[in-house]
């Protein structure tokens, strides 16, 4: 059971564009909302994160938009680059009290940009 | 500042076979989780150690075993190796609360033939 589901699965963008990647979750429980970019042959790097207390962050050129009611999320990269060509990653997850809990991924976007 | 180190980089084993992948967290991180990458798909939870133990683990059956030692620093046993379990293994560290979240390693490439 995919408890995080993103879309698109592929996205190309010219360069100075607009990407948009959504993301729709189930479990109420999850508070951490993290966005994670990964180049080929490297791990998850975290973009940026958003808690459901606000419905937007943004640092640079990302910006996640979070809808608390309709349990949605989404990362927005304004004037595109080529160097942003990665997979995303949405993420979401529960504190477990005293301990950061597990992550629960989407199954990916791969990002191109075209110059 | 070293960040999330894994060894070894690339790995090919038969089946049946076991092995054992290992992970040194980033400075200052106690807590290290374990992440099965299938290609062309998101990373799918193992388990977290923090303070020696097990703390939390992921649908993954018990041929999947991890030990964590006194430097925080942990290894990944899999057991009676599957053609299925050929995947990207990701070792992931953070402080007990995870203030600045989770810090991920470039992984362990696992062939299994």
């Known amino acids: 059971q995919q408890q995080v589901k993103q879309s698109p699965q592929s996205l190309i963008v010219q360069k100075g564009g607009i990407s948009i990647i959504n993301c729709a979750y189930e479990n109420t429980a999850f508070d951490y909302f993290p966005w994670y970019q990964q180049f080929p042959g490297k791990g998850p790097a975290l973009l940026i994160a958003i808690r459901p207390d606000v419905s937007e962050k943004k640092e640079g050129r990302f910006t996640i938009s979070f809808n608390k009611s309709a349990k949605q999320f989404s990362l927005h990269i304004m004037d595109s680059q080529p160097g942003d060509s990665a997979t995303y990653f949405c993420?979401?997850?529960?504190?477990?009290?005293?301990?950061?809990?597990?992550?629960?991924f989407g199954r990916g976007t791969q990002l191109t940009v075209w110059p | 500042d070293a960040g999330v180190t894994q060894s070894p980089t690339h790995l090919i084993k038969t089946r049946g076979q076991q092995v054992t992948l290992r992970c040194s967290p980033k400075?200052?991180?106690?807590?290290v989780s374990w992440y099965q990458q299938a290609l062309g798909q998101g990373p799918q939870f193992i388990f977290q150690y923090y303070e020696e133990e097990e703390r939390q683990r992921g649908n993954f059956p018990d041929r999947f075993s991890g030990h964590q030692f006194p430097n925080y620093s942990s290894e990944l046993n899999v057991n009676a190796l599957l053609l299925g379990d050929s995947a990207l293994y990701l070792c992931?560290?953070?402080?007990?609360?995870?203030?600045?979240?989770?810090?991920f390693g470039s992984g362990t490439r696992l062939t299994v033939v």
């Open positions: 992931a560290s953070s402080t007990r609360q995870g203030a600045y979240g989770y810090t």
């Open positions: 993420a979401a997850s529960k504190d477990r009290g005293s301990t950061l809990g597990r992550l629960y």
């Open positions: 400075s200052g991180h106690d807590t």
